[in-house]
Each structure stands twice: as structure tokens, then as C-alpha cells.
């Protein structure tokens, strides 16, 4: 059955689209037309801007296009949609929005000390991962899809979460807390270890554990996240039992290949972070090393009578 009986509303989430531009449209007024009024601003680079118009497309692709849609309907991109929400988007955040506007932002003497407390490492990595786990314990996840209100609220806190998760490890603001060395390698490795629980269930369940993708009246329910009420009342005699009228994956199947792509997308934003980790150390090494062969050579043409 086509994806289109769910209307346009559902495939591209319009409402959707214009926050995702009005955000990306304040942000480059903020940075460009209005730095000027802010301490400290900088001008804004353009590597930034590219980065961060990047990340409000995979934003809008992910949460706006019929990838959302496709994720109430199989597991798979359910998965999908949580890794570049939480483990990919987030990053890109992180450095592509100018240090002098996160100033701005965690400065803020409400945002402050909350900011400074999640972002403290091993807090970043338990409370994340920790509620990445418990939201796909069965019977959270199909209550959160149940109601519409608790699932938004639950996606922005994962969300901030994921903020919060990455700040550490990519923060270049003066002030903040920096990893650097063995202890970012460390950070990397407990990332990906305590997701690793939550995939496993995910993937080696005996059975499909989800009735939001099983139960075809729970998966109903379930669609309201995404598809109008009125669009899903018109439908209502189309006898449509549930997903496996638009695809024709087992359930378990959908299942063990949504949390095995979930590990695939970690492992794969790990290992670039362990890449830059090690060039930005292999750069540091040579500025070192060329610091003290110049150190050397001028002493050496510039001798002194130690005494």
C-alpha cells in the first residue's frame, strides 16, 4: 500500500519545515546581521555556516520528510532516525555555532548551572545513554508513542541530552570543561560500550518486542504522532491492520536490523571522532617537535657562556 494515503501533512510535515527554517533563517540573522551588539562576537566562519545548514537538513530530512512517517511503520528507520538525532545532528551543533553565542546561551543564570552539571563527562555519558536505554524498554517506548505530548517532550530531552553528551568532547569555549588526550579516547570507548546493552536486546530478542509495530490497533494510535487525526478518520475503511501492509519484513527481522544499523551509525561517528582525535594529536606533536628543533637551532647559532 502506497505511502501516500496519509496525505502530504504526514510525507512532509510542512509546520515542520518552516520551524526548521526559521531557526536556520535567526540563526544566520543572529550571527551575521546582528553580532555586532553582542560582546565578544566574532564574524561568523563560513565552514560554520555550512555545517550548521547541514545539520537543519538532516534535522527536517530525519524529523520532517517521510523518513518520520516510515519510522512509526518500520522499526528499522525508527533506529535510523534516532541515531542522526542523537548521535549525528547533535555534534554538528555543537561546533558550528559560534563560541560567543554558546556564551550567550549557558551564561544565562538559569541555564548555567544545570548546563555546567549534565555536561560534567561521566554525568553526560550515564544520563544520556541511560534514558537512550530505558526509552526502548518495551513498555516505555510503546506508552511514550501512545501520547503525543510525553513522546515530544521525551524527543527534546533526549535531545539536549545528546547536547549535553557531545559538549565535552567538542567544546572549544574558554571556560568549559575540555577533554583532551587518553581521556578523550576514554570517553569515546564508554560511549560506545553503555549503548551497547540497549542494541543487544534490540537485536537479539526472541520475538518482535514492540506492539507499536506489531499491534496493528496500537500502531494506529501510535501513527497520531505523525498523521493528522482527520487525515487517519477517512482511512478508518480501508481495513488497514497494522505495518506489515507497507512492508514485507518480519517484525523480528525489522526489529534486529533497526538495532544493528543503530550500532553501525555509532561505531561509524566514533571511529571519525577517534580520526580527528588522532590528527588533531599527530598536528600537535609536529608543532611540538618543529617548536624544539627551532628552540635547538638557535641556541646552537646563538651560543651562551653558562657559567
Not at 542522526?84 to 551543533?93: E, G
Not at 598536528?283 to 646563538?302: G, P, R, T, W
Request: charged fraction near 15%; glycine fraction near 6%; charge should be neutral.
Amino acid at each position: 500500500m502506497p505511502l501516500s494515503i496519509f496525505g502530504f501533512r504526514a510525507l512532509w510535515s510542512p509546520y515542520f519545515m518552516i520551524f526548521v527554517l526559521l531557526i536556520t533563517i535567526g540563526f544566520f540573522y543572529l550571527t551575521v546581521k546582528k553580532r555586532h551588539q553582542f560582546k565578544d562576537s566574532e564574524p561568523l566562519k563560513k565552514s560554520q555556516g555550512i555545517i550548521f545548514s547541514i545539520a537543519m537538513i538532516l534535522l527536517y530530512v530525519i524529523k520532517g520528510s517521510p523518513v518520520d512517517l516510515i519510522a512509526h511503520i518500520m522499526f528499522t528507520f525508527h533506529m535510523i532516525q534516532m541515531a542522526f538525532l542523537y548521535l549525528v545532528i547533535p555534534p554538528l551543533l555543537v561546533v558550528s555555532i559560534p563560541n560567543w553565542v554558546w556564551r550567550q546561551v549557558i551564561e544565562h543564570r538559569f541555564i548555567k548551572p544545570i548546563f555546567s552539571f549534565f555536561t560534567k563527562p561521566l554525568i553526560a555519558l550515564i544520563v544520556f545513554n541511560g534514558i537512550f536505554s530505558i526509552y526502548h524498554i518495551p513498555m516505555v517506548m510503546d506508552a511514550v508513542k501512545m501520547n503525543i505530548v510525553i513522546h515530544s517532550l521525551y524527543t527534546v530531552l533526549l535531545f539536549i541530552l545528546a547536547i549535553f553528551l557531545w559538549w565535552p568532547l567538542l567544546n572549544k569555549l574558554e571556560g568549559q570543561y575540555q577533554l583532551h588526550g587518553l581521556k578523550k579516547l576514554g570517553y569515546i570507548i564508554g560511549d560506545g560500550v553503555l549503548l551497547t546493552p540497549a542494541c543487544g536486546l534490540i537485536i537479539f530478542a526472541p520475538v518482535a518486542m514492540y506492539a507499536t509495530y506489531t499491534d496493528g490497533e496500537m500502531w494506529m494510535k501510535a501513527m497520531e504522532l505523525c498523521v493528522p487525526g482527520s487525515t487517519l478518520s477517512s482511512l478508518a475503511g480501508l481495513s488497514i491492520s497494522g505495518p506489515e501492509l507497507f512492508s514485507n519484513m518480519p517484525a523480528q527481522e525489522d526489529q534486529q536490523l533497526g538495532g544493528v544499523l543503530m550500532k553501525i551509525i555509532q561505531e561509524i561517528v566514533l571511529g571519525t571522532m577517534l580520526i580527528k582525535i588522532f590528527f588533531e594529536w599527530f598536528k600537535k606533536e609536529q608543532e611540538e617537535a618543529e617548536q624544539i628543533n627551532e628552540e635547538a637551532l638557535l641556541k646552537h647559532n646563538n651560543p651562551q657562556t653558562v657559567e
